[in-house]
T-cell receptor, first 117, second 110 residues
Framework: GAVVSQHPSWVICKSGTSVKIECRSL??????MFWYRQFPKQSLMLMAT?????????EQGVEKDKFLINHASLTLSTLTVTSAHPEDSSFYIC?????????????FGPGTRLTVT | GQQVMQIPQYQHVQEGEDFTTYCNSS?????IQWYKQRPGGHPVFLIQ?????EVKKQKRLTFQFGEAKKNSSLHITATQTTDVGTYFC??????????FGGGTRVLVKP
């Protein structure tokens, strides 16, 4: 149980284009999903908290107009990187927290490796 | 804001030996969680500690939460090659989000 999928697993795009990444909780519902960014050999940096049916909460320094987050249902959140630039190349990982039982652990998706050329 | 520090950053261990990684938070936590990330993989939830002084074991892994709920440790006995990866602690204070430590990258020498 507690499986989270991400699509695509990797993507290469040209500078200036937009890329959408999907995060789905497959066997549980998640009111809250989180989007992280991870550079090689570094820790996970929280970008934003995605709440179903409401606006995402962005961490300081993360541009909300550049990283658009939509959490339309209890099993799906999307992150759109708009007007991507090479410095946006990174490993983007989502996680989801189960609704049931007041649990606080997070289950991570397999990540999306974005390369902007 | 809340900061979580982990030491050591790297841990080279001889197969069969024990080691400990430590996690310290700048603020008191409601709970602390541990995750393992294999090379090329994503973080996998290991355990959550909630109570002051709590100790939990998972086979060769022993997790401890400090009395002040600001620090934690992970001790691995008889290290195996399957233990290779990066171990992250993540602290949760008030609110939803977790703050991750920098991780301890474990390399095992056979």
């Amino acid at each position: 149980g507690a499986v989270v999928s991400q699509h695509p697993s990797w993507v290469i795009c040209k500078s200036g284009t937009s890329v959408k990444i999907e995060c789905r909780s497959l066997d549980f519902q998640a009111t809250t999903m989180f989007w992280y960014r991870q550079f090689p050999k570094q820790s996970l940096m929280l970008m934003a908290t995605s709440n179903e049916g409401s606006k995402a909460t962005y961490e300081q320094g993360v541009e909300k107009d550049k990283f658009l987050i939509n959490h339309a249902s209890l099993t799906l959140s999307t992150l759109t990187v708009t007007s991507a630039h090479p410095e946006d190349s990174s490993f983007y990982i989502c996680s989801a927290r189960p609704v049931a039982g007041g649990r606080s652990e997070q289950y991570f998706g397999p990540g999306t490796r974005l390369t902007v050329t | 804001g809340q900061q979580v520090m982990q030491i050591p950053q790297y841990q080279h261990v001889q197969e069969g030996e024990d080691f400990t990684t430590y996690c310290n938070s700048s603020t008191t936590l409601s709970n602390i969680q541990w995750y393992k990330q294999r090379p090329g993989g994503h973080p996998v939830f290991l355990i959550q500690l909630v109570k002051s002084g709590e100790v939990k074991k998972q086979k060769r892994l022993t997790f401890q939460f400090g009395e002040a709920k600001k620090n934690s440790s992970l001790h691995i006995t008889a290290t195996q090659t399957t233990d290779v990866g990066t171990y992250f602690c993540a602290g949760q204070a008030a609110g939803n989000k977790l703050t991750f430590g920098g991780g301890t990258r474990v390399l095992v020498k056979p």
